[in-house]
């Protein structure tokens, strides 16, 4: 009797171990597998490589941010000297351009006045002449520049990367397109290695390009250059994708050319028949059509018609411009 106590007595204490040993199993085993099943749920939601991929992500956006903002300023605060320089005139001082801007407008007043012309006509002659004549002229000098530096840029961004490739410092690649590339490339690649030389950064220098040359092509490439100096990566990498989207819209530009000629021709023989019209009735019956600059009635229906044909021309203009 005794000894069938104790034998309950000892299969109840193995049977008692045993759970506790399976429970403290199953709790090991339940914590391994919640474990497991951390890991794929942490990978999903990042874990700390996606943290620092996101935080980096998220510096590049606020130093893009910057960088537009910047640019925007910068549009906005355009001085004279800013115009000259950036339609190719650093030499020009700004005393000099209005000194010549004074003189154009008063020499055509003059000849206006001794033509027998009105006193409206007088004015708006010396106003187009002293304000409007050199602005326009300065603004197609700088679209001319920039047509010329946007032809070469995507050249330019292929040598650079050509010679980071072949294990050249960027300073030296840069040093290659100011010297063999031409103009006007050339002269803003040289001034920025130049500003290298004596102390500017590579950020500065960028900034000071697109104050000269202030096209979308050299924003793309400052905010390149500017993003590879400070978050690091495959700088011959990005200049390659840069040049390649350089190009696509090189292309998209060429076809809406293409496409807006007709419309342009168009716009141009419309904008064009008045002002041809009255100068080929000027010269054939000057009498007829005097009475528009001698009379004070003339010179209002002549200024109302200067300017719808500005709101007309203007209106067409945004017809058949196109923005990529």
């Known amino acids: 009797m005794l000894f069938a106590i104790v034998a309950v007595l000892m299969v109840l204490a193995l049977g008692g171990a045993g759970l506790v040993f399976a429970g403290g199993a199953r709790e090991q085993q339940q914590k391994r597998v919640a474990s497991v099943v951390k890991q794929p749920a942490a990978q999903l939601r ?47 001082s700004v005393n000099v351009f209005w000194m010549a801007s004074a003189g154009l407008g008063v020499g055509i007043a003059v000849f206006c006045f001794l033509t027998g012309q009105g006193i409206l006509v007088d004015i708006m002659a010396a106003f187009g002449a002293g304000i409007g004549l050199p602005r326009w002229v300065l603004g197609f000098m700088k679209a001319r520049r920039e047509k010329k530096f946007t032809s070469e840029f995507a050249n330019a961004i292929d040598v650079v990367v050509r010679s980071v490739r072949s294990g050249l ?19 803003e690649f040289l001034r920025l290695v130049e500003g290298m ?55 998209l530009e060429g076809k809406i050319k293409a496409m807006s000629s007709e419309a342009k021709a168009s716009a141009g023989i419309i904008g064009s028949l008045p ?28 200024a109302g018609c200067v300017f719808w044909m500005g709101v007309g021309i203007f209106v067409m203009r945004k017809m058949i411009n196109f923005k990529h």
């Open 46 to 92: 990042g874990g700390p490589a996606a943290d620092t991929n996101a935080l980096k992500r998220k510096n590049v956006q606020q130093l893009l941010k910057q960088i537009e903002n910047k640019n925007a300023e910068q549009k906005q605060k355009l001085t004279m000297r800013r115009r000259l320089d950036q339609a190719g005139l650093p030499d020009v």
């Open 169 to 187: 410092p960027t300073n030296e690649a840069l040093r290659i397109v100011a010297r063999e590339s031409p103009q006007p490339v050339s002269g």
């Open 197 to 251: 030389k004596v102390g500017v950064t590579l950020d500065q220098g960028c900034k000071r390009m697109f104050e000269s040359m202030p096209t979308a092509e050299v924003s793309f490439f400052g905010i390149v250059m500017t993003i590879q100096q400070k978050s690091g990566g495959n700088l011959s990498e990005a200049l390659s994708n840069l040049s390649g989207v350089l190009r696509d819209r090189k292309r």
């Open 275 to 302: 002002p041809a019209v009255m100068g080929i009735i000027y010269l054939t019956t000057p009498e007829y059509i005097r009475l528009l600059f001698t009379e004070r009635t003339g010179n209002l229906i002549l």
